[in-house]
């Protein structure tokens, strides 16, 4: 099974890029089959990977940036993989 998790954050006012650079040098202390990071309007960030896992394993997740750097706690959702008919 394909299991994604999906991280969002709004960046504080005029931090955008510091969030985005911040994203980008989290480490996960195990590799996904794959990693995705989008920016939109509003100075968010979203970062998607994708595990071949159960949908109810234990799985690495980004963490939760200083207080500082975001206006509100990092949204996290999980999502299985359907097959498309």
């Given at each position: 099974m394909t299991v994604a998790l999906m991280w969002e954050a709004r960046a504080a006012e005029g931090r955008g890029a510091e969030l985005l650079s911040w994203v980008r040098e989290q480490p996960l202390p195990a590799e996904p089959l794959r990693r995705?990071?989008?920016?939109?309007?509003?100075?968010r960030v979203l970062v998607i990977t994708w595990w071949d896992a159960p949908y109810d394993a234990s799985l690495p997740e980004l963490p939760e940036p200083d207080a500082g750097l975001v206006t509100r706690a990092v949204h996290r959702w999980r999502f299985e993989a359907v097959a498309d008919h």
């Amino acid at each position: 099974m394909t299991v994604a998790l999906m991280w969002e954050a709004r960046a504080a006012e005029g931090r955008g890029a510091e969030l985005l650079s911040w994203v980008r040098e989290q480490p996960l202390p195990a590799e996904p089959l794959r990693r995705e990071t989008f920016r939109a309007p509003q100075d968010r960030v979203l970062v998607i990977t994708w595990w071949d896992a159960p949908y109810d394993a234990s799985l690495p997740e980004l963490p939760e940036p200083d207080a500082g750097l975001v206006t509100r706690a990092v949204h996290r959702w999980r999502f299985e993989a359907v097959a498309d008919h």
